[in-house]
């Protein structure tokens, strides 16, 4: 069924929505190191959700959930930042987005962690999102190799709810990054999402994945660059995406033209190494772009997409987690056996070209 565009046009929605709110198993279960250098690359996008990247303190906490899930003393939480620290550092993205974040406090810590431990600067965002039974909330790291121009964060109109199509997304941020290509720069717009968890909330994941698209149409359809990534929940494979899906809704293949669609670069990847969970098979999290960035321009240094890969590697430590010990017994076990999230990063490259 295809949304009534005359009615939900970003153009009938109007720039509120743009208004700123504030300026990558073992190696064979998952991937392995890219072969290519991230760090050559003119963009690389990381998304990563870091389970309860919550630091030891619960005063600022107000749920039940959020103060059980949070570090259960400030020796462990320093353990899993600079856990964290360590793995980004050592991809070295542009641009990281974080799941299951706390609050911009604890992205302050990481990214001081980062200058102190690796010498790698980056600045944080995060919008405070409505979740407030997790009180999680989904954050960004800009690398000093760019600039993050502008941070909005999105709503339904009445007459969007009314029509049942759509449902909120609590944990959503959009950023807009200036990329240096060659002797100018380009704009590229990242919407980081997570979508509602479970098999049997895909009806919800639909809906959230509509209105998600619905907010990044028109600059798809205009030919700028557009990323969206984050932990979809999907429970669709790589490869075979239903065109009923959640993912299938995020693309645009429900509206009435292709020109908003967006490409899931999870296909790219090779069928062994789609894994981004402990889950066995699970390819929760994804990242989807315009064909602006697929396509290479003749003639014009533009952004062109390079490779896809699923960092197990910086993930897992040791033996990959079973699931009794890494969700019943996670601070329990030796920091060295201890993987740092439930997730492993996926992270994408574009090239100059």
């Avoid at 717009?189 to 098999?199: K, M």
């Avoid at 509206?255 to 894994?275: E, F």
């Avoid at 896809?308 to 019943?328: F, K």
């Amino acid at each position: 069924m295809k949304t009534n565009l005359d009615v939900f046009s970003n153009a009938a929605i109007g720039p509120r929505l743009w208004l700123a709110c504030g300026i990558a198993a073992v190696l064979a279960l998952a991937g392995s190191p890219s072969s290519a250098d991230e760090n050559d690359a003119a963009l690389s996008v990381m998304t990563w959700n870091v389970e309860w990247f919550y630091d030891e303190y619960r005063g600022d906490n107000h749920s039940d959930l959020s103060k059980k899930q949070s570090a259960p003393d400030r020796d462990r939480w320093e353990w899993k930042r600079d856990a964290v620290a360590e793995a980004i550092a050592e991809v070295r993205p542009t641009v990281v987005a974080l799941q299951e974040v706390e609050n911009r406090r604890v992205l302050w810590y990481l990214t001081r962690a980062l200058d102190r431990n690796h010498r790698e600067k980056y600045r944080e965002y995060q919008i405070d999102g409505t979740d407030h039974y997790t009180e999680q909330d989904v954050g960004l790291l800009c690398h000093e190799s760019a600039d993050v121009v502008a941070v909005s964060q999105f709503h339904q109109s009445k007459s969007m709810r009314a029509t049942e199509r759509f449902y909120n997304l609590s944990k959503h941020m959009l950023a807009t990054v200036e990329v240096p290509v060659g002797d100018t720069t380009e704009h590229v717009h990242i919407l980081i999402l997570h979508l509602r968890a479970r098999a049997e909330a895909e009806d919800l994941r639909i809906r959230q994945a509509r209105l998600a698209h619905l907010w990044i149409a028109d600059r798809v359809a205009a030919g700028e660059h557009v990323i969206v990534l984050g932990d979809m929940n999907t429970e669709e494979d790589g490869s075979q995406t239903r065109p009923e899906s959640d993912v299938a809704a995020l693309c645009g293949w429900d509206t009435a033209t292709k020109d908003d669609d967006l490409i899931d670069l999870h296909d790219r990847l090779p069928a062994s190494g789609r894994r981004t969970h402990l889950l066995p098979g699970k390819q929760f999290d994804r990242i989807l772009v315009t064909p602006s960035l697929i396509e290479d321009e003749p003639g014009v240094p533009d952004l062109v997409f390079d490779e896809i890969t699923v960092r197990s590697d910086v993930n897992i430590r040791g033996d990959l987690d079973t699931q009794s010990e890494h969700w019943d017994g996670y601070w329990s076990m030796k920091d060295q056996d201890r993987d740092i999230s439930d997730h492993h990063p996926l992270v994408a490259t574009f090239r100059v070209k």
